[in-house]
C-alpha cells in the first residue's frame, strides 16, 4: 500500500496528488518554444526570479545565460537545441518551480556527467528539505546519498537500506558499486 502522510494514496483527489507532484522521465519532453516558457510551463505566474532560482539549482542558469537570448532562446521541436543534460536539467528546473511536495525523478541525472550529478544532488538536497524525493537511478552515485535505497532486481525488491548498509551485506549494490567505480576509474584514466 503507498501512504501518504500515513494516508493511503486513494484518500487522495487526484487534482490534490497532481498538484503535490513533481514528476521528471527519463526521456524529457520540452516544447518548441523559449527556454523560459519551458521552465515555467504550468506555472502561469512565474516571475523571472523564480525560473532563474529553480534553472540555478537544476544548474542550468549558467549556460543558459551564455546563450545569445538567454532565457528568451528557442530550444526548437522537442528541445533540439540543447544537449541530453540541457534538456533534463531545464525540466528538472521545471518540476522544482512549481515547488512540490513530492519530486520524483526517473533517471533524470542519466544524460549527465557525474561532476554536474554531484551539483544537481547537491542543490536538490537543499531544496526538498523538508519534501519526499523519490530518484529512479541505474548509478550508484545517484542513489547514495538517499535516506533508503530499495534495490530492484527482475521486479521485485532485492535489498532495502543506506548506502553503507548496502555496501556491508556484500549482496547485489555492493557489487554494482563495485562494477560501476571500477568503470569511472577506467574513464578517469
Known amino acids: ?3 501518504i502522510d500515513g494516508r493511503p494514496i486513494r484518500e487522495y483527489p487526484l487534482e490534490t496528488l497532481r498538484r ?5 522521465p527519463q526521456e524529457t519532453f520540452l516544447f518548441s518554444e523559449t527556454i523560459r516558457e519551458n521552465i515555467a510551463f504550468g506555472v502561469d505566474e512565474a516571475s523571472d526570479e523564480q525560473i532563474v532560482e529553480a ?3 537544476a544548474h542550468i542558469a549558467t549556460e543558459i545565460e551564455e546563450f545569445p537570448r538567454g532565457f528568451q532562446t528557442i530550444v526548437g521541436e522537442r528541445g533540439m537545441t540543447l544537449s541530453g543534460g540541457q534538456k533534463q536539467r531545464t525540466a528538472i528546473a521545471r518540476a522544482l518551480l512549481r515547488d512540490p511536495r513530492i519530486l520524483i525523478l526517473d533517471d533524470a541525472l542519466a544524460s549527465v ?3 554536474t550529478e554531484d551539483q544537481i544532488l547537491s542543490g536538490l538536497r537543499e531544496a526538498m528539505q523538508g519534501r519526499t524525493t523519490i530518484m529512479i537511478a541505474h548509478r550508484v552515485s545517484t542513489a547514495r546519498s538517499a535516506d533508503r535505497i530499495a534495490v530492484i532486481v527482475d521486479g521485485r525488491i532485492a535489498e532495502i537500506g543506506t548506502h553503507d548498509e548496502l555496501i556491508e551485506r556484500g549482496g547485489y549494490y555492493a557489487e ?5 567505480s571500477l568503470e569511472e576509474e577506467i574513464v578517469n584514466a
Request: aromatic share 6%.
Open 1 to 3: 500500500m503507498v501512504l
Open 20 to 24: 503535490a507532484i513533481g514528476f521528471v
Open 55 to 57: 534553472a540555478k539549482t
Open 113 to 115: 556527467d557525474t561532476h
Open 176 to 180: 554494482l558499486a563495485e562494477k560501476q
